[in-house]
């Protein structure tokens, strides 16, 4: 079983900043990468940010390049992601995922945190 546990979420203003943690725990859990998606009222989720577990290569959405950073930590199997100069646009429920080894898609998901971005 694979769980995955995100905090940071909250109400901030525009132009503020938050981060997000993820905590990914299970037996035998082995990941090629983690990733960060989001999804807003009457909208499909759409992906964010991803970084490859071995090597730390990083991917962005257009819509955040610049303002958003995602970074991992090996040792206690997290996941982060740094927002800044935040917009009204970026409200929504974010969620992190794991895409393991050896699979084609991201498998496990967490539960979300919702961002709520102040105008």
């Known amino acids: 079983q694979v769980q995955l546990v995100e905090s940071g979420g909250g109400l901030v203003q525009a132009g503020g900043s938050l981060r997000l943690s993820c905590a990914a725990s299970g037996r035998r859990l082995s990941m090629y990468a983690m990733g960060w998606f989001r999804q807003a009222p009457g909208k499909e989720r759409e992906f964010v940010a991803s970084?490859?577990?071995?090597?730390?290569?990083?991917y962005y959405d257009d819509s955040v390049k610049g303002r958003y950073s995602i970074s991992r930590d090996i040792r206690t199997n997290k996941v982060y992601l740094q927002m800044n100069s935040l917009k009204a646009e970026d409200t929504a429920v974010y969620y992190c995922a794991v895409h393991p080894v050896g699979g084609t898609e991201y498998k496990y998901w967490g539960q979300g945190t919702q961002v709520t971005v102040s105008s």
């Open positions: 970084i490859r577990w071995s090597g730390g290569n990083t």
